[in-house]
């Protein structure tokens, strides 16, 4: 009877420091990545979306290009497909990843600036 009951003590600290652990794992996450406090759910069966200013990012993007409302045109559609607009005017396009880098025009060409 005796070890039965250390036995259940020890299950019960055991539980107790896994439980402990996880939570300080979380909190390092959190404080690692920034960005997932900017995302938001938008109603309870959507998935996480990140709410993000796709005509003031393009239009920044685009202020020194040739033909800038082309430019806008071409980022707004990328904007809303990938959720993200690189930094700068120009270059940087890896920063948005594959679905920014890949997407291309039907004469295939790169789309987004």
Do not use: W
Request: with cysteine; aromatic share 2%.
């Amino acid at each position: 009877m005796a070890t039965l009951r250390m036995l259940l003590v020890l299950l019960a600290v055991l539980v107790f420091l896994a439980q402990v652990s996880s939570d300080f794992s979380i909190e390092e996450e959190e404080e690692e990545a920034p960005l997932l406090s900017q995302v938001t759910v938008r109603g309870g069966n959507r998935r996480l979306m990140q709410d993000i200013d796709c005509g003031g990012l393009c239009k920044e993007r685009c202020s020194l290009h040739s033909r800038p409302n082309v430019c806008e045109r071409a980022c707004g559609t990328c904007c809303v497909r990938c959720k993200c607009v690189p930094p700068g005017t120009s270059g940087n396009r890896e920063v948005c990843g594959k679905c920014y880098t890949d997407m291309v025009t039907h004469g295939n060409k790169t789309k987004c600036p």
